[in-house]
């Protein structure tokens, strides 16, 4: 009854992983393995779905590539804090929200990591969409970090703005959500094995 359906929505994710820049995506290991080795921080932020795979993103940084004996990432999800999501949103609106906690700990060599199906890019009922996540990229570019973006269609805002820009080509938010999904497993487990083979820290 739904086969069709199934083969189409796994064709296109089939052709659609053909289209990665792997460079963007090396790029963007080599980015966090050297905050790994700095011991810098990580930031982590996105809306609606893309939230929850930042979420999930930081966590992993946080637990799943922890090796015994040796030191661990200082990922921080900029999504999970209710309360200060919803204070800087009610006091400073929702453009602050990833800038204003970010600007609590940042120092030169600081990663942000932002996920968005459009980039930064286009408008919804609230005005331009992805403000807060464009406005905290700058912020930690401007301030000496680097940058990562995941996004979809075109790239986006976050084409300019970051130093690995990892675009799935597609003009569909699930599409891109899941492979955002899959690009996140696939730096972590990366990152899992470079840092079980480095040197003692």
Request: glycine share 12%.
């Amino acid at each position: 009854m739904h086969e069709q359906y199934i083969r189409h929505y796994l064709t296109d994710v089939k052709a659609l992983c053909e289209k990665f820049d792997v460079a963007q995506i090396n790029r963007a290991i080599g980015i966090l393995f050297e905050a790994w080795k700095s011991g810098n921080h990580v930031f982590f932020m996105g809306c609606g779905g893309s939230a929850s795979t930042a979420s999930h993103f930081a966590a992993d940084l946080s637990k799943t590539v922890s090796s015994p004996g040796k030191k661990r990432f200082k990922a921080i999800s900029l999504v999970d804090n209710t309360p200060v999501v919803s204070a800087y949103t009610n006091d400073e609106g929702w453009a602050s929200v990833f800038k204003g906690q970010i600007e609590n700990f940042m120092q030169p060599g600081d990663v942000a990591v932002a996920l968005s199906v459009h980039g930064g890019k286009g408008k919804g009922n609230a005005g331009e969409w992805s403000q807060n996540l464009t406005l905290a990229l700058q912020y930690v570019k401007d301030n000496g970090g680097k940058t990562i973006g995941l996004s979809g269609f075109d790239g986006g805002a976050f084409k300019e703005i970051c130093d690995a820009c990892i675009i799935v080509h597609a003009d569909s938010t699930p599409l891109t959500e899941g492979l955002h999904g899959d690009i996140q497993h696939l730096i972590v487990f990366r990152l899992k094995e470079l840092i079980a083979q480095h040197g003692s820290v």
